[in-house]
């Protein structure tokens, strides 16, 4: 609130002695002019909802949505805009500046997150990021799993299963937590012409961010704890460049810079069924319940910095012949101190450092660079060429470092020696096309593109993608009620280890599917039509298929298809109507084998998966001019379905031997807003508008729906409840807009 | 990287510089931007168009190009981009003999306005993928009857002008997971440039990332345990411009994530209807345990937990 204050002060004063000094000017008078909107606002909540409140703030009663007042004289301006003041998503923009000459801007804009009014946790906030519980949970959940060891496996499970028992009990004592956040964000915007050709711009950005939302904070598989991730940053980003533009060409030279502050970068939690740290040596018995460490501590994101140099070059060769180009070179950086291993005290019996190591800080950095180069160029009268060279360079040049082991979730100490290796990236790409431009207003399009991706992780070649992709599109509008536009898209992507593309493991071929080679096929067609003056129709409809012929596990398949029909007419002079509708449906085929921790060798463990999602999105409207330009009026309904569905199929003899499928689909969606209004202009100053829209959101999903705090004993999980469930709202409004 | 298919050394710096300086010297014989063949007589100036076109004219001064700022690009107001009027006028506004966008091929409509704006976030038009397709800046924006006073767009919103063309992001809108867009928060040009960039997709970054750290600064690192997908493209995992899973997902987890992690232990395990209440499926799945899934900068992060 002292923030906004201080702002509104600020901005208040920095206003007013702009206007003062431009008032106080008395050759010439000032033009002013500008616009209020208040007015008051009902809203009913037949189901409550964090997802209808996901991005926005919307209280009943008084409200001013929108302030505007704009001054002018000659070529000087002064703006002043906001929108939903007051509130935890308004906007406030103001500008000053001469036309021509210079500009500039100050905003401040603020942005809600809500993720659920829902969450529920035992946990309470002792400290910035620390989150602590009452010891005595601890210990009655302690005293009813004992202590290892633990004579088998099943002794173990018992134990496990008597501590999650107790902690359950004192469930029903969660209290509410917040989860949503808050973004305040405030920018600055100056551009000054120096001279004709010559110009400056800045621009800069702050924002600050508060709130929690959830996060996963596992002790083990058996011991999965969700909590409120802290947050509180401050990311500056800043640019600045010179711009030269002379009559043949322009020429910009900036430097940029982000710094990414992050004031809780640790986050530290209490194992609800432990006090005391331990270890013990049942075969996977730690690992898998997770019931060793009576503390569990993670890094969050990591403050950070990144800078960039560029240089942009346009020549204009002749009237028709363009030279592009475009250099940059900056840096990643980040050195976070880094956090021990483990905060288990009894893994210092395993190894002597495991609470100590490794010291230091990341020392993290990577260099990022850009080549640009094209070519631009009417060869003959119908014939064109674009062609061109882009690479980008993500080279990490963070030291390579050596561990002789690491804890797994604080529980377990992994004694397997492991490399820390920085992982770096090239990705660069020659392409051309000719165009041909024929008939009237008809041009076809046909290019080439070759580029390749090249991995590497520490002094390891990861291996190369090289790509071919051939484009072709015809883009016609032969006459004023027509245009069509059609493209084909064919490209073949090839995946190689030190030249030699054909080493897929045998028995158990893929590749992650960002780099597999991949067949891509896809086409787009739309046309409009307007056979007469007041009626428009458009369609399109879009096809695309990956296809990653040497995958045989992994993303196999994907394919997407839609089409869009949209149609407006108007009647008269004074009313219009419109609608649309399109149908999505994105789907992809994957397999994968059941394996321990060895690789099975058995095809029958094979499991495969086709996943659907569907999509149907309608929209319409009518807008009349109900008494010409006094009585307006406004109705639209728009609706989205949206479906996904998974085919789940498994061999039998196998493990495992058949597959289950889901009872349902896996997550629906329904989406429906109704919106009317009537605007009655009294007046050009003065005019009132009254609405109402109703607005609901269903939500059926197989992992979420049916989330609740306790499922310790079904799922040995403690979660924070966070649900954005189903809604209802309705809202009516009465609107005076004053304008002078 | 050592190998890179073209890396930053000096040789190819020196090559670049090169390619720069010979597109220079090649220019220096180039006419200035404005050049006009004209002679003062033939342009009959802003009142005479006023004469027949006063709601145009009007229009028009109370546009941004009206303002006094332009005087110092052009004084030729509505002859800057329509040409010396005085002969149309002089034959009693015969179309025939004055410069009409309607009668214009795409690419001339767009040289109109690339006379002065062929800079800033502009520059790079020419090659660009809506230059190509045969789109001319009238397409999209509108000097004399806009919808949008800023931008001069044909539409009140900038989302509605994109969704002219872009049915599938129009649909997407409406997913209930996605960025505030609806909300009137964030806006298509806050990460495309739709007048040319040297990136894909007409990102206005230096990469489909970076452009995505702008706001997510946090998930930029690099970190002490990366996770590759993620570095390369957020779009291996993510549809910024909605989804029906949570977090913008392309597919539910922890099938998105079985795409890649298709080995031993739990990675390979199917999750079906049995395993509805299994922690692995149930939430957010995989990343309810591997949460720090955009890189780790702890030294026991190597599986993403810490």
Known sequence: ????????????????????????????????????????????????????????????????????????????????????????DGTYNFSLGSYGKYKFSLGYNRIPHAFSFDGRTLFYESGPGVYILSDSIQKAAQAAAGDAPYSSRTALDAAMRNARLVVSDYLVGATPVALALQRNKTTLAFNYEISSPLSFSLNAVREIRNGTRPIGASLGFSNLIELPEPIDSITTNIDGRLEFAPAWGAFQAGYSSSIFDNNIPTLRWDNPFRISDQTYDIPSGAYQNGNGSALGQLSLAPSNRAQRFYFNGLVRVLKSIRLQGAVSYGF???????????????????????????????????????????????????????????????????????????????????ATPEAVEPYSFNNAKLFGSLSFHFLKNTSLQLGYTRSSFKRKLGEEDEGKNDEGTFKASLDSSPVGWLWLRASFLSAKREWSLEGRKDIYIPG???????????????????????????????????????????????????????????????????????GFYSREEYSGDQASRKSGATFSTNTADDWTAALKDTFQTLEGGFTADLIKDKLDFDISYSTSQAKGTADLYSPPGGDPDVAVNFDKSIDSTTIRLLKTKLLWKLGPAFAVAAGYWYESYTIEDITRTLLT???????????????????????????????? | MGKSFMPITRTNVLLLATFMLAALFLAAGAGPRQASEATPQQYAGIDTCAACHEDVVKSFRDSIHGQKGFRLKSDKACE???????????????????????????????????????????????????????????????????????????????????????????????????????????????????????????????????????????????????????????GNCHDP??????????????????????????????????????????????????????????????????
């Open chain 1, 508 to 578: 158990f071929a893929f590749r992650r599917y960002e780099e597999a080679n991949r067949a891509r096929r896809a086409v787009n067609f739309q046309a409009g039509l307007s056979p007469f003056n007041n009626f428009d129709l458009t369609f399109s409809l879009s096809e695309g298929k990956d296809n990653y012929p040497k995958s045989d596990y992994g993303l196999k398949k994907s394919e997407f298809q839609m089409y869009a029909v949209e149609a407006s007419y108007a009647i008269g002079n004074r009313a219009s109507v419109y």
């Open chain 2, 80 to 234: 800057t981009c329509h040409g010396p009027g005085a002969e149309h006028a002089e034959a009693g506004g015969d179309k025939n003999k004055i410069k009409s966008m309607a009668g214009l091929s795409a690419e001339d409509q767009s040289a109109v306005c690339l006379q002065c704006h062929e800079t800033g976030k502009i520059m790079f038009w020419a090659g660009s993928p809506h230059q190509q397709r045969g789109l001319a800046c009238q397409t999209c924006h509108s000097v004399h009857s806009p919808a949008s006073t800023e931008t001069l767009l044909k539409k009140a919103l900038e989302f509605e002008q994109c969704f002219t063309c872009h049915k599938k992001q129009a649909a997407q809108f409406w997913r209930s997971s996605h960025h505030p867009i609806r909300e009137g928060q964030v806006t298509c040009s806050n990460c495309h440039n739709p007048h040319g960039t040297i990136t894909d997709k007409l990102i206005s970054a230096a990469s489909e990332p970076e452009k995505c750290y702008e706001c997510h600064a946090e998930k930029r690192g690099p970190f002490l345990w990366e996770h590759v997908p993620v570095r390369e493209d957020c």
């Open chain 2, 241 to 306: 411009h909605g989804s029906n899973h949570i977090k913008l997902l392309n597919a539910k987890e922890p099938f998105l994530c079985q795409r890649c992690h298709a080995d031993t232990r739990h990675p390979g395990t199917l999750y079906d209807q049995l395993s509805i209440n299994s922690n692995r499926l149930f939430d957010r799945s995989c990343a309810s345990c591997h949460s720090m899934v955009h890189g780790s900068n702890h030294p026991s992060g190597k599986y993403l937990f810490r």
């Open chain 1, 1 to 88: 609130m002292k923030r906004i204050l201080t702002l509104a002060l600020g901005l208040g004063l920095f206003f007013g002695l702009a206007v003062f000094q431009a008032f106080a000017e008395k050759k010439e008078e000032w033009a002013v002019k500008g616009r209020a909107v208040t007015g008051t606002e009902i809203i009913k909540e037949d189901q409550r909802s964090s997802k209808f409140f996901e991005y926005r703030d919307l209280p009943s009663g008084f409200f001013v949505s929108g302030f505007n007042l704009s001054l002018a004289k000659g070529d000087r301006f002064i703006d002043f805009a906001a929108a939903r003041l007051g509130r935890k």
């Open chain 1, 332 to 414: 990643f950086s980040q050195n976070e101190a880094l956090l021990p291993f483990t905060v288990n005290s009894a893994l210092n019996e395993v190894y002597p450092a495991a609470t100590s190591g490794p010291g230091g800080s990341a020392n993290a950095k990577a260099a990022v660079s850009t080549i640009d180069f094209s070519l631009s160029a009417r060869l003959v009268k119908n014939v064109s060429l674009n062609a061109g060279y882009r690479q980008y360079n993500f080279n990490n040049e963070s030291r390579e470092r050596n561990i002789d082991g690491f804890s797994v979730v604080d529980q377990t100490w992994e």
């Open chain 1, 709 to 740: 705090v306790d499922k310790l004993l079904d799922s040995a999980s403690l979660y924070l409840g966070a649900l954005e469930p189903d809604y209802k709202y309705q809202v009516g409004y009465l609107k005076f807009i004053f304008n002078w």
